[in-house]
């Protein structure tokens, strides 16, 4: 449960009590989902401006890595190739891997071919003509973790291929440009299921943003699909990301029972995913995994 001690510094970095600061316009402003029965965050979830700016520098490190990605993954490289070179790029820059042994995950990032809708491990597969693939990078700078994905589409793909790409993206975007501080985080979700709803797409229901910034994964769960429960009230300073798994046919998805890891949709269709890390703002939400 949100509750600063009114003695307490606001959250905002001004320096000042949280009497003299923010308090009464947070209580106006939660005012209607506490009476409603809304979850709010429990204060850990609100960050520091210091640790902000902490998390800022590893996103700036995690764009770094992705950009050199942009000309490096295409035809003939192998997954293995993709996750040395994150894994060089990631250590020069000062930074570790954060997927790397985390609950036993064998490699540096995810790479998601075609049908795997996420926590594909790197291997000896060579990217070919008309794949499309997602290479999700998580990295942890002086302990702060940013987390981030892109797609690349892989020499001519279908229409179709392409469309699904297009639309996750945007599915992202769009989910980006919902949030508003004093707004519930299912939001979210509502407003990418508006957008795929259009195309008969499933949104993936197993698997959802999160929390990040002080460890991998906390609170807030960022579900992706539409939902009329009451889900937590964002405030100024979380930090989560949003990142839809959209599959051109339905939802659901198996588990690998070898690997453990590998998810794919169920009926062996495409999927797609865009990730970014966001921090919330006092008008919306600004994307620090952004190219600079
Ligand atoms: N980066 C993924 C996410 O967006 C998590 C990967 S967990 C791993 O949450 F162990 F597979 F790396
Ligand atoms: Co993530
Ligand atoms: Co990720």
Redesign the pocket.
Known sequence: MFKIGRNEKCWCGCGKKYKQCHERSDEENLKKFVEEGYPLPDKHLILSPEDIQGIRKSARLSVAVMDELDSFVKEGVTTLEIDELVAKLTADGGGICAPYHYEGFPKHCCTSLNNVVCHGIPDDTVLKDGDIINV?V?TILNGYYS???RMYMIGNVSDEAKQLVEVTKECMYKGIESVRPYTPVGDIGNAINDITDKYGYGVVRALC??G?GLE??NDPIVNHFRTDRKTMVLVPNMVF?I?PMINAGTWDCNVSKEDGWTVTTADGSLSAQW?H?VVVTEDGADIITRRI
């Open positions: 999700d998580t987390d981030m994905s943003g999160h990040v991998f994964h990301t990142e990730e890390t």
